[in-house]
């Protein structure tokens, strides 16, 4: 590092000597130069003359009047010359240094304030342990609340909502066991932007319910997690999105959420993944599909990739193809079934509903033990054998994807 400085500072003012020498000589070369041709113009004009006299072309005393306008002119000419040399010569000159010397000065200054002194470069494994230190040591869920304001109800509720919502406020406070009252009140909440409250009535509602909660009601405590922390994924709403994947891992509102932590801890490599497969899912209309519009063209860039927006919803049915596939490798179990899991679920779903060709049941199926659901990829194997009975080349295909799942021999 210390030698990249020594470098820097050599080449800086390498270069500033070379600006400065040019505009010095240039000056001195250029500014000026009209009062010196003024001078040697009139001198060979009085030669010229002295030439017109021995040849007989002038008379004598037209030749003396005009050497004498001549002369003087050559005079006043010498003269302007020597004024420009002490003192207009200096001030061009002068500024051009000065322009210099601030342009080098305020771009060292430039880089100070917006680069990274003293901070080297980091190699690729670097970056990912430097992006999981940062998400294993990002700030609690309580930190984020209490830096933000305290919640006011807005003025412009209307007066009969008010009172209401005051009202079910106060029941729910002394009825604390009930589940209903905790639901509807996260609901309200949550329409009036009271986020903490409605993360708070969440809580309880989800320790009532206890195993009977659904991964949707998961899901929106870590969207309210999420909210009541001003957009920051902490690591309680990480948690509360995990699980729901767990269960149910084409949930949108959970992988759009991880993307987003993924995001803000520094891994747009695998944010871009997931939400491109959002988008890729659709339908238009979710929820997650306008964020995720604002953001990926500037995520895919931060990922290094070059992207075009894709339609929205094109991969909705068709399930992963072999790219999708070979784009999970490199991607934890968790983020595996965030990216492929909708997709399955839409190819399974469309199978079950409208049937389909052999390659798309053989791609559920590959699909299936890619994400070790092996028992469910052997359930869909034999379904499709039956299906395919009569046709030899469809029956190949749902063996080959058999065995590349790992259930047939």
């Known amino acids: 590092m210390l030698s990249f400085w020594f470098v820097a500072v050599a080449i800086t003012l390498m270069v500033g000597a070379v ?82 010397a601030v342009g080098l000065l305020g771009s060292t200054a430039a880089y100070w304030w917006l680069g990274a002194p003293g901070y080297g470069d980091m190699g690729l494994k670097d970056r990912i342990a430097f992006a999981e230190e940062v998400r294993i040591s990002r700030p609690e ?17 209307d007066g009969r909502y008010k009172e209401l919502l005051g009202q079910l406020r106060s029941a729910v406070a002394k009825r604390p066991d009930d589940a209903q009252g905790h639901a509807l009140l996260a609901q309200q909440e949550r329409r009036i932007g009271n986020f903490l409250a409605a993360k708070d009535a969440q809580v309880r509602l989800l320790k009532l319910k206890g195993e009977t909660a659904t991964p949707q009601e998961l899901a929106d405590l870590g969207e309210l997690q999420v909210l009541s922390a001003g957009g920051y ?25 991880v993307g987003l932590m993924l995001a803000q801890t520094g891994r747009p490599d695998q944010a871009f993944r997931i939400w491109d497969a959002l988008l890729r899912a659709g339908p238009e209309d979710a929820p997650w599909i306008p964020p995720i519009l604002e ?56 199978l079950a509903d409208e049937g389909g060709p052999a390659r798309d049941w053989a791609r559920l199926i590959a699909s299936l033990g890619v994400l070790g659901e092996w028992e469910r990829a052997q359930a869909i194997h034999t379904n499709a054998i039956e299906v395919f009975a009569a046709d030899k080349d469809a029956l190949e295909l749902i063996n080959a994807a058999g065995r590349k799942a790992g259930i047939i021999d």
Do not use: C, W
């Open 141 to 157: 869920q309580s930190v984020a609340e209490a830096s933000l304001p305290t919640f006011v109800d807005p003025e412009n509720i």
């Open 295 to 350: 953001q990926i063209e500037e995520l895919a860039e931060l990922a290094g990739v070059r992207y075009a927006i894709p339609e929205i919803g094109d991969a909705s049915g068709r399930g992963p193809n072999s790219e999708d596939i070979e784009n999970a490798q490199d991607m934890t179990p968790a983020e595996r079934m965030e990216m492929i899991g909708g997709m399955v679920s839409g190819l399974s779903q469309r």
């Open 19 to 100: 600006l400065a020498r040019a505009v010095v000589r240039g000056g001195h070369r250029d500014i000026g130069s009209r009062a010196a041709s003024d001078v040697e113009v009139y001198r060979a004009q009085l030669g010229e003359v002295d030439r017109d006299v021995a040849r007989g072309v002038i008379a004598k005393a037209d030749a003396e009047r005009v050497h004498a306008e001549i002369a003087r002119r050559l005079i006043a000419a010498d003269k302007a010359q020597a004024n420009e040399t002490a003192t207009t010569n200096a001030a061009p000159t002068s500024i051009a240094l000065i322009i210099i």
């Open 233 to 257: 994924v902490s690591p309680e709403a990480e948690m509360s999105l995990r699980a729901v994947l767990n269960g149910d891992p084409s949930n949108g509102v959970a992988r759009y959420y």
